[in-house]
């Protein structure tokens, strides 16, 4: 079983729509969550940190829960720049800090 | 956000030669940089962490003696391919790992190597 699965998609929505992502990780000892967004044939950037709380970034919202080993990321009003391929990454536990990504959903915001 | 550059950001090289790849981080020192991997429509696959001043730690299947990593200076990683065969074409990413507040990494814009 992978370390972190996503659903690949892709995901097509128009334009203004409300589209969430899910994920999935293995390892319950793991302790940072983030999600990031790569761009075709660029690096990945972070989007945003997830914590058990919740958080929201404008029109970007993350939910985490620990119990559940699951990630959320849902996009509200969807623009055309926010099509991108969008990762989910976990840090194992203990003291290191590599990344452990997902495949990746990939999102297509079309007019 | 912090700035970290690679070099070179493609190459295309013949079976059998080395290529070195260089990620710097521009505006902090990084005592840990990473390593990844990722081949089309696949994640980024983690192949060693490396570590300034000491050895890298290698993932388990990557070669330790194929994918040379140096991280002599806090702000630069080198990453080596020796004998670089066809099925070492890929997408190679470094991140520099800034330590504050909270831990971030910041990712290079890759390199692509193809070899012929």
């Known amino acids: 079983r992978k370390e972190v699965e996503q659903d690949p998609g892709p995901f097509n929505v128009p334009e203004g729509a409300t589209v969430a992502f899910n994920c999935t990780y293995s390892n319950s000892a793991s302790q940072s969550f983030f999600w990031y967004r790569q761009d075709c044939r660029k690096e990945p950037k972070l989007l945003m940190s997830?914590?058990?709380s919740g958080n929201e970034d404008g029109r970007f919202t993350a939910q985490l829960n620990r119990a559940s080993q699951y990630i959320s990321l849902l996009i509200r009003d969807s623009k055309l720049s926010d099509s991108a391929t969008y990762l989910c990454?976990?840090?194992?536990?203990?003291?290191?800090?590599?990344?452990?990504f997902g495949k990746g959903t990939s999102l297509l915001v079309t007019p | 956000g912090a700035v970290v550059s690679q070099h070179p950001s493609w190459v295309i090289c013949k079976s059998g030669t080395s290529v070195k790849i260089e990620c710097r981080s521009l505006d902090f020192q990084a005592t840990t940089m990473f390593w990844y991997r990722q081949f089309p429509k696949q994640s980024l696959m983690l192949m060693a962490t490396?570590?300034?001043?000491?050895?890298?730690?290698?993932e388990q299947g990557v070669e330790k003696d194929k994918f040379l990593i140096n991280h002599a200076s806090l702000t630069l990683s080198t990453l080596t391919v020796t004998s670089a065969h066809p099925e070492d074409s890929s997408f190679y990413i470094c991140?520099?790992?800034?330590?504050?507040?909270?831990?971030?990494?910041?990712f290079g814009p890759g390199t692509r190597l193809l070899v012929l």
């Open positions: 490396s570590n300034e001043g000491s050895k890298a730690t290698y």
């Open positions: 991140s520099a790992l800034r330590r504050g507040n909270q831990e971030t990494q910041y």
């Open positions: 997830v914590y058990s």
């Open positions: 990454v976990v840090t194992p536990g203990g003291s290191g800090y590599a990344l452990n």
